[in-house]
């Protein structure tokens, strides 16, 4: 079936650029999206590209997808220390349904 | 209300019995989902409403487990003799129709004993 794939720690210095990673399997995919999950704190959607673009870029964040390998990056850059938190991507099939990562816990040094 | 809200924000309870967690969806919005999200773990889908069509249930894990939403807004979902597998965050997402964002509320962290 369907799958993505992140992998479950990053670790970054304050400052540094954040590098997310994410695989999936489903060639149909319409929307990919990154949530952030705040300790104690409900899922909130940071950004989303559509299938047929390659990169979006919203002040800190930058989302690229490489439609061919399957792989979608989120890079924030100049990380603080509230970007701490669990970074979710998620895939939209062709039935609406939204499919999860297992989450990767961005960890900020000081 | 402007989000999802859903309660209670936590519940305990023994092993053996029933709970009802609770769902608003955004004003207008026709979709409802409800994903759990055990600790350490990617969300599980478990339940998909859209409008006034049947809903997916494809994602509930056993016949314990239901999900209804009455007059296409408010929706509970129904866990029958809790088990301490059962024991999770709760999500509940809506979206407009056809809508690619879903607008997630605060959870229902769950514990059974």
């Known amino acids: 079936g369907e799958d993505v794939e992140q992998s479950l720690f990053l670790s970054v210095r304050e400052g540094d650029s954040s590098v997310i990673n994410c695989t999936y399997t489903?060639?149909?995919?319409?929307?990919l999206y990154w949530y952030k999950q705040e300790p104690g704190a409900g899922l909130q959607l940071l950004t989303y590209?559509?299938?047929n673009m390659d990169m979006k870029q919203d002040q800190r964040l930058t989302v690229l997808l490489n439609k061919k390998d399957k792989h979608l990056s989120l890079r924030i850059a100049d990380t603080q220390t509230g970007d701490s938190a669990i970074y979710f991507c998620?895939?939209?099939?062709?039935?609406?349904?939204?499919?999860w990562g297992a989450g990767t816990k961005l960890i900020i040094k000081p | 209300g402007a989000g999802v809200s859903q309660s209670p924000s936590n519940k305990v309870t023994e092993k053996g019995k029933d709970v009802e967690l609770r769902c608003d969806p955004i004003?207008?919005?026709?979709?409802l989902y409800w994903y759990r999200q055990s600790l350490g773990q990617g969300l599980e889908f478990l339940i998909y409403?859209?409008?006034?069509?049947?809903?997916?249930k494809s994602g509930l894990p056993s016949d314990r487990f239901s999900a209804e939403r009455t007059g296409g807004s408010v929706s509970t979902l129904t866990i029958q003799r809790t088990q301490q597998e059962d024991s999770a965050v709760y999500l509940c997402?809506?979206?407009?129709?056809?809508?690619?964002?879903?607008?997630f509320g605060p959870g229902t962290r769950l514990t059974v004993l």
């Open positions: 997402a809506s979206s407009q129709q056809g809508g690619n964002e879903q607008f």
């Open positions: 998620a895939e939209m099939d062709s039935n609406y349904q939204l499919i």
């Open positions: 409403f859209q409008g006034n069509s049947a809903p997916d």
């Open positions: 489903d060639s149909s995919s319409t929307y």
């Open positions: 590209i559509f299938s």
């Open positions: 004003s207008g919005h026709t979709a």
